[in-house]
Structure formats: structure tokens, C-alpha cells
């Protein structure tokens, strides 16, 4: 993934502005540290900081065409590049070795139709000069895996900024907002299109198909081939919890058996990362002695991987606090306690020379895995809930994901968000995904992968490469990664904030924040830290709150320790 940022129909001079938009597109330096890119066309501005995954010697951005009639600056990795290649009904020239390029050309001959196409992580603006007015079209991917904004200033409302994070447009615009996922933008109309219309979307389609656990298996196995495009050196988050360890075992199969196999010219999908780099590493963090360290160790054996474990300390934490708020972009609470870790982790992993891991983001969402779904009064409300959670990973997950890593130049690819395993998953009805005092949560998958499960739908030469994981390590109870990293981390962030608002400042919160008021000491001190680096009231149109359903009967504390069914809860 790299940083974009361009400005649309520029209101003043785009010459003397040039600077001016190099130092804003500088801002996202840290999203693409390998090159820098910034085309000037008409009253347009196109800039691009670049990290280099797939074609790596050749895919400089901003990208053009043969006569430079369309300019397109894109943050993601398009999966089915090879394919859509070779569905261009004109033969084209590609200037670079890019996966992203394809974009560009399918454009060119089906429009705004290419956004459906696409299977991908991805944000990106095209410029089209090709008629006597230039057109900006812009896109973000279906879940919002990669993050995207876009900017207004009042005084010159023909003006558009795009962005991929809040940081390159607060000092400009003085209206920011989120661009949403699974739609375009397009200045002809200056609206949003939705483009992605899976028939899951809407919660109050209730979902009705009975389980097939071999198709949930087989095509989670396909989502994490796919994302084994690259020409670096790559890895795999493991926490020792189910979802990231179940990425980490298929990943290491599929490596295995890409490493394996000859080469071919007729894959739909690009599988030089295997090839490239067979033997896969393995990442986890924590506290001295935190529940994911251990359960990461015994997975790392059990795979064989090449496993780098690292420690902070809470103080290092608490140090990076200020910094994390900084390069997520929001005050909510249960993200910034789960992305400090995963910040300090992305430095280390940086630092190894990988630029690129999977994780696995999107599971709990999927199948109702946070404990307060335990509390779900019904099938109907469990698989709402589901969908919901799913609409509004982007504000939360994702963005932890995407921002956590992306502070150091690492990308993160998450395979349970794949669009065609999401059609899969989210058509499964309610009643075969609940989790109950008997049925741990996300038993649905487990039992997928579970080769002592009957009706997993096992083939012989599957069930002859033995269990993806260990049994205990498969039904492992849910750990917020807040939690799992080590549970004095929680704990330590509220003393802090205890310590540095006063009782004073909480009594008189309602007059220091009067929108979305902070309710605890903890969410106080973040959005002060917030505020600091963003003190634009447009910047505050952005920020979600993940809470637990409250009106289950939950608590409101996102801590999954808060959540009665909790082993060690408090």
C-alpha cells in the first residue's frame, strides 16, 4: 500500500500551489517511504508516496497512459490484475510491472464499471483529461480495508482533496469527510455511487443458508492464496488466538504448496511471493509473559515458522500513545488500546526487512466472535448485529489495521474480508454461527478447520496433511488483543488516565467536549491527545466509538474481560 493525495479543479494558482501540495502529500511519507511522485495537469495536482510490493523495479506512480490522458495515483493490491488483463478488449501497452496499472486501462474501456471488477484492497483518484472539462473519479474498496478522505473549502466548493489520511487535508479544507466504502466518486455528478451491492448488505435481510463447511474452508484458503502476492519478504500477525493463527496455518500450507508446484502461465492469480519467499515468518507481541505470547509460541512450533516474539514494556506503551492517536486519526478508545501494541509491533517487524503480513481482522465481525454476542436476545438481532459489525469495520479494525502498520511503511493484508469468502460467510444463517454457555463463539469456523469435526467435509488428501492447529489452540477462548497482549495493559492505561485528568476536568467534560462527550478519564485523555494534533471541528466528523451492545444487558467497556463470559473477566 502506499499514500495518495491530490487535489481536483484547484481554485488558485496550481503552479505556485505545487509546493504546497508536495508537503501535504509529504505528510503520508511514512505510508510509501520507497519513492515520491506528483504530476501537474491543467488545475489538477496528482501525488504519490509509494511502497513497493508488486512490481517493484518498474510501478512508480502517479501512472499514465500512452498519452498521458489519464492520470491514476492508487493505495492497495489488486489480486485479480492477471485476470483483468486478460480481459482488455484493446490490447494495451503497460508502461510498469504494476498490479495496479490494470486499473487504469480497464477504465479507459468500461468507465466507472472497473470499480466492480476489482478484487482488492484499494483506494485511488483518476484523472480523465481525455474531454474539454478534466473528470476526477475516485474509489474506495468494498469493506474500507484501505482509508481514504475527502476534503471541501467552503469558499470554493468546485474544489475536491482526497486524501488517504486526515493529516493532509485539516490544515486546507475546512469540510473532511470519510470517504465510504464500496463507492466511487465522480465530479460529472460531484456524488458518491455505491458500486458494491452484495445481497448480504442489508441487515434487514435476514440470512438463510445452512452452513457448507468445506466451502467456508476452501474458499478462506482461496483468500489467503491470493494475498501472497509479492516481491519482498512477507509474513504472517500471530497472536495465538483462533483467527490469526487459522491465516497463519493455511498461509504456511499455501506457501508450501505454491513453493512446490511448477509455474504457470494460465493462474488467474500472481504467486511470486510463495515462490519468492517460501519459508514464512511469524510475528507476536505482548507484556513479559502475556496470554498471546505463549499461545503464539506453541502455534510458531507447531507450523514451523520462523517466529520473532516481541516484548514492551507499559511505559514504552504509554510513550507511544500520543503518537499512535496521531497516525490513527481518532479518540476511540478500545482502538487505541489495541493499536499501541500492533504500532510498536509494525516498527519491529520493519525493521526485519519484511514489508508485508496478513492478519486476521474481520473474523469477529463475520461470525459474531466478541464475547457480547453471547447476549444476542435472538437469531435475527445475533446476524443484524453481524452485518452491522461488518458496515462498520472501517471506522474501527480496519483502520487500526491499516494505520497501526502503515505508520512504518507495512502493509497488512487481511484475508477474512476477501469479497467472495464475504458472500460466502455472511449468506450462513444465524442459527449455525451463535455461541451460547455450551457453543464457544466463532464455533462455526473452528469446526471448518477441525479435522476431528465429522461433518467438516474433509477429503482424504486433506485429512493426510494433518490438523491445521493444535486442538486447544482451534478452540481457544476470544482475547480482544488489548486483553491478550497482556491484561495489566487495560488495566494500566485507565491508572494513567486516572492520573493525568483530574476529577475537576471529568466534573466539567460536558463544557470541554460538548460533542460526542467523553464518559470515562481513559476516553478524556485521548480525545485531549486528539485534539492536539487535530483541533479542526472537521476532524471530528470522522471518529466512530466501537462500543458492545449495551442494550443486551452488556457492558459498555469494549475490554472483552468486561464481558461476564470471560474467563478471567473483572
Not at 517493484?56 to 498521458?68: R, S
Not at 470499480?115 to 474539454?132: E, I, N, P, T, V
Not at 483467527?243 to 506457501?255: F, G, K, P, W
Not at 458496515?391 to 477474512?416: I, Q, Y
Request: hydrophobic share 35%; charged share 25%; glycine share 6%.
Amino acid at each position: 500500500m502506499c499514500g495518495i493525495f491530490g487535489v481536483y479543479n484547484y481554485y488558485g494558482d496550481v503552479g505556485e500551489f505545487r509546493q504546497r501540495a508536495l508537503d501535504l502529500s509529504k505528510k503520508l511519507r511514512h505510508r510509501g517511504p520507497d519513492w515520491s511522485g506528483c504530476i501537474v495537469a491543467d488545475n489538477n495536482i496528482v501525488c504519490h508516496e509509494r511502497l513497493a510490493i508488486v512490481g517493484v523495479d518498474t510501478g512508480a506512480q502517479p501512472l499514465t497512459n500512452a498519452d498521458e490522458s489519464i492520470v491514476l495515483t492508487v493505495n492497495g493490491e489488486i489480486y485479480n490484475h492477471k485476470k483483468l488483463e486478460a480481459e482488455l478488449k484493446q490490447p494495451s501497452s503497460f508502461k510498469t510491472h504494476s498490479d495496479c496499472e490494470v486499473i487504469l486501462h480497464m477504465y479507459s474501456e468500461i468507465g466507472t464499471d472497473v470499480c466492480a471488477k476489482l478484487d482488492g484492497m484499494f483506494s485511488w483518484a483518476l484523472l480523465d483529461r481525455r474531454s474539454a472539462k478534466s473528470r476526477l473519479v475516485a474509489a474506495r474498496d468494498p469493506i474500507g480495508i484501505t482509508t481514504l478522505y475527502i476534503g471541501r473549502v467552503s469558499a470554493h466548493p468546485g474544489t475536491v482533496f482526497i486524501a488517504s489520511e486526515l493529516k493532509s487535508l485539516n490544515e486546507e479544507c475546512d469540510k473532511i469527510d470519510e470517504f465510504p466504502p464500496g463507492h466511487y466518486f465522480d465530479s460529472e455528478d460531484g456524488q458518491f455511487h455505491r458500486y458494491f451491492k452484495p445481497d448480504w448488505w442489508a441487515p434487514e435481510r435476514i440470512a438463510t443458508a445452512s452452513v457448507n463447511y468445506r466451502q467456508l474452508r476452501e474458499s478462506l484458503t482461496a483468500a489467503v492464496r491470493k494475498r501472497l502476492m509479492a516481491e519482498v519478504p512477507y509474513g504472517v500477525l500471530l497472536s495465538g488466538g483462533l483467527d490469526s493463527s487459522l491465516i497463519s496455518s493455511i498461509a504456511v500450507r499455501e506457501a508450501a504448496r505454491i513453493s512446490a508446484s511448477a509455474q504457470s502461465d494460465t493462474e488467474d492469480i500472481d504467486t511470486r511471493g510463495a515462490r519468492y519467499f517460501p519459508r514464512m515468518h511469524s510475528f507476536s507481541i505482548g507484556l513479559p509473559g502475556a496470554p498471546d505470547l505463549i499461545a503464539a509460541r506453541k502455534v510458531a512450533k507447531f507450523l514451523r515458522t520462523a517466529h520473532h516474539e516481541l516484548t514492551y514494556t507499559v511505559q514504552e506503551g504509554l510513550d507511544a500513545v500520543a503518537d499512535v492517536i496521531y497516525h490513527l486519526e481518532t479518540y476511540d478508545v478500545t482502538t487505541i488500546r489495541a493499536s499501541t501494541p500492533m504500532y510498536l509491533m509494525s516498527r519491529k517487524i520493519k525493521s526485519t526487512g519484511v514489508k508485508m503480513v496478513l492478519s486476521g481482522e474481520g473474523a469477529d465481525e463475520v461470525f459474531g466472535g466478541y464475547l457480547y454476542f453471547h447476549y444476542a436476545p435472538n437469531a435475527d438481532d445475533f446476524h443484524k448485529e453481524t452485518v452491522n459489525r461488518v458496515h462498520n469495520l472501517h471506522t474501527s479494525d480496519c483502520l487500526r489495521a491499516n494505520k497501526s502498520t502503515m505508520a512504518w511503511g507495512l502493509e497488512a493484508r487481511v484475508p477474512f474480508l476477501d469479497k467472495e469468502f464475504l458472500q460466502v460467510a455472511m449468506n450462513v444463517r444465524a442459527e449455525d454461527k451463535q455461541c451460547s454457555k455450551d457453543l464457544m463463539e466463532k464455533a462455526i469456523i473452528r469446526r471448518a478447520f477441525d479435522v476431528e469435526f465429522a461433518d467438516a467435509g474433509f477429503t482424504p488428501e486433506e485429512l493426510a496433511k494433518g490438523p491445521y492447529l493444535p486442538h486447544d489452540v482451534l478452540w481457544r477462548q476470544k482475547e480482544q488483543f488489548s486483553d491478550g497482549v497482556g491484561y495489566s495493559w487495560i488495566d494500566s492505561l485507565k491508572e494513567w488516565a486516572e492520573r493525568r485528568v483530574s476529577d475537576e476536568a471529568m466534573a466539567a467534560v460536558d463544557q470541554r467536549f460538548p460533542y460526542d462527550t467523553p464518559s470515562t478519564k481513559e476516553a478524556y485523555l485521548y480525545r485531549e491527545l486528539f485534539e492536539q494534533h487535530f483541533p479542526q471541528k472537521a476532524c471530528l466528523k470522522s471518529v466512530v466509538r466501537w462500543v458492545p451492545r449495551t442494550d443486551w444487558g452488556c457492558s459498555a467497556d469494549p475490554s472483552g474481560r468486561a464481558q461476564k463470559i470471560h474467563d478471567k473477566a473483572y
